[in-house]
């Protein structure tokens, strides 16, 4: 089974710093792609961050240079640096890997999600 775990969320007042993370666990052959998504409040989730084959982060319209993804293959792990939080960047935020597992009938891949963690920053 493999298990996405998040942490870092919390408060924080505008202008500060958070940091996420997220490591993956279980039976992996292979993650070929890592990402942070989000669901603020009367919206749907979007896209944060994310990297794939490239190894070239990609960031939503939002974050405006603010984020920067990281990662740790050997980790299996996925890092998202938020500076410059504002009130609009209160929401839930997820984890996101494709992940390739082996099977009896060969290797698949898949999408798994975190449980996400709440971020909130006040004003």
């Known amino acids: 089974q493999v298990q996405l775990v998040e942490s870092g969320g919390g408060l924080v007042q505008a202008g500060n710093s958070l940091t996420l993370s997220c490591v993956a666990t279980?039976?992996?052959?292979?993650?070929?792609?890592m990402g942070w998504y989000r669901r603020v409040e009367g919206a749907q989730r979007e896209v944060v961050a994310h990297?794939?084959?490239?190894?070239?982060?990609t960031y939503g319209n939002f974050v405006r240079g603010r984020f920067t993804l990281s990662k740790d293959n050997a980790k299996k792990a996925v890092y998202l640096r938020m500076n410059n939080l504002n009130p609009e960047d209160t929401g839930v935020y997820y984890c996101?890997?494709?992940?390739?597992?082996?099977?009896?009938?060969?290797?698949?891949?898949?999408?798994?999600w975190g449980e996400g963690t709440q971020v909130t920053v006040s004003s």
């Open positions: 279980g039976d992996i052959t292979r993650i070929t792609g």
């Open positions: 990297i794939g084959y490239d190894e070239v982060p």
């Open positions: 996101q890997m494709y992940i390739y597992q082996n099977f009896e009938t060969g290797p698949a891949g898949m999408t798994f």
